[in-house]
């Protein structure tokens, strides 16, 4: 129980701070819709983006958007919690690292989705589900934080876990589905670039490896030379 208890302190306390620290950008709208434009030519445009709002719709996508960080994540981590202790420290710390990780970007490079970008897509969240993407609920996440998706980067590390977790095939192919259907979600609702979600998969697998380096004993290593 007491570890429990910690846990979720720990996980609050670091929520909090993200939070705090993407609100620092959040008045910064010009910024970023410069960014933003940056962003747009250096992936060559948002043709791609287009096509897959266009082909897809955002319907069914909206809802995995949403369920991704506010379902999927907690539900993973608790499971993996109780069930996979060996595994769940190691997702925990990459959560929180990456997380802390993003702040500072966030804070010095702001970016406007493509759906305030004025670039001509829908804002389908809004649109086809009950949560809309402004007014009251910006008090709770800074809507010009696109770079990096961590969307997509925590969808990659909760399917890698889940992954390693499971036994059947066919269910590690199950688990893995989920980034790439994460990726597609964050696309088609027009609240990331596909450069967001490589930056985002870029940041967790960095904040992967910041939590599973260890330096090699300085003794040791001068015993062997």
Known sequence: MRRGVRELALFGAAYLL????????????????????????????????????????????????????????????????????????????????????SLPIYALFPVAPPRLAELGMAD???????????????????????????????????????????RKRWMKILALSWAPLVVLSTVATANHYLFDAAAGVAITVVGYGVVTWRPRPVLRTAVAT
């Open 124 to 166: 389908t969240v809004s649109e086809t589900s009950a949560v809309a993407l402004a007014g009251h609920s910006t008090w709770f996440y800074n809507p010009i934080a696109a770079v990096p998706s961590l969307h997509c980067g925590f969808a990659l590390a909760l399917a890698v876990a889940v992954a390693v977790v499971v």
């Open 18 to 101: 993200y939070n705090a620290g993407r609100g620092v950008t959040s008045g910064q709208m010009d910024l970023a819709l410069s960014n933003a434009q940056w962003v747009v030519a250096a992936q060559g445009g948002v043709g791609l983006e287009r096509e897959v709002q266009a082909a897809v719709g955002g319907a069914l996508l909206s809802h995995v958007y949403l369920a991704a960080q506010i379902v999927v994540l907690p539900l993973v981590l608790f499971v993996l919690y109780r069930w996979a202790p060996r595994v769940y420290p190691r997702l925990r710390d990459t959560v929180i690292a990456t997380w802390m990780l």
